[in-house]
């Protein structure tokens, strides 16, 4: 409890004794390309300890973007739970940077949610700004029962979904499809994915409503290493990544409540 206590603390004083931090604006900035007419909310959050706690009260049905910028810090780690998260409570959003990026999120329940920062460094410092924007609303569908095909087209979910959280993002490609259960080892499946240098990409994944409970999503880069997750408790996880390199990237889409039919797409711009 202490911990939070200094936390809140420090975030009260911030906005004097960082008036003009040139990383303020560099971590609003980052944010308005990714989460176009989102708002900012609440306070930055700032810290240069190795690791760094914050509760926040987030709003249900609200997509959040945590943008993340550092000084001196080669690894920028940012980590989200969910209310009354215990020890071994899974993380709902994750993000792996090499010193800044975003984590994007969207919530169901409100709450005091936990997110973490970790820099990997004692002489480095870090500042996230919070935006937020209304998630988009649920597609009603009927209920149908588990079939060899899936119940309802669920591209155009992903397409709404896309429009939500990333308005003016196209979709690249094809969707892709699969077909699993969390029971089993037929829960996961892998895609390819070519990136380009400069451009902001999300991939945002569609359940089949009333049978796929909820899917995670994992980003990899061409160094084969993990950049980015949404470890989702719903239907609708997305994922965004700015990619600073061209290459063939990897994602993968794991069903881990349910099981049924599912599509993911690439959307960027």
């Known amino acids: ?13 911030a906005g004097i004794a960082y008036a003009d931090d040139p990383l303020d604006a560099a971590a609003v900035a980052q944010a308005r390309t990714q989460a176009k007419d989102a708002k900012q909310v609440g306070d930055l959050y700032r810290g240069s300890q190795e690791k760094n706690d914050f509760q926040i009260l987030l709003e249900g049905n609200t997509c959040y973007w945590f943008s993340g910028v550092s000084e001196n810090v080669p690894k920028l780690y940012m980590y989200l739970w969910t209310p009354n998260a215990g020890a071994f409570t899974p993380r709902v959003a994750d993000l792996r940077s090499p ?8 919530t169901q329940q409100p709450g005091m949610y936990h997110f973490q920062v970790k820099t990997e460094s004692k002489k480095g410092r870090f500042v996230v700004a919070l935006f937020a924007k209304e998630a988009p609303k649920a597609v009603a569908v009927t209920p149908t029962p588990v079939s060899a095909k899936p119940s309802l087209d669920l591209g155009p979910i992903c397409d709404k979904h896309a429009a939500g959280a990333a308005p003016g993002a196209k979709r690249v490609g094809d969707y892709v499809s699969g077909k699993g259960n969390s029971i089993g080892h037929d829960d996961r499946f892998d895609f390819p994915i070519q990136l380009d240098a400069g451009k ?3 991939v945002v994944a569609c359940g089949e409503p009333d049978h796929v409970k909820s899917i995670s999503l ?5 160094n084969n290493k993990r950049i980015t997750e949404a470890k989702g408790d719903n239907a609708n996880p997305m994922i965004g990544h700015c990619a600073k390199e061209t290459g063939m990237f990897k994602f993968q889409a794991k069903i881990t409540g349910g099981g049924g039919h599912f599509k993911a797409a690439l959307y960027g711009k």
């Open 200 to 202: 902001c990409y999300w």
């Open 99 to 106: 010193g800044s990026g975003t984590m994007a999120y969207c």
């Open 218 to 222: 994992y980003l990899w880069g061409p």
């Open 1 to 13: 409890m202490k911990k939070w206590v200094i936390a809140l603390v420090a975030l009260a004083t």
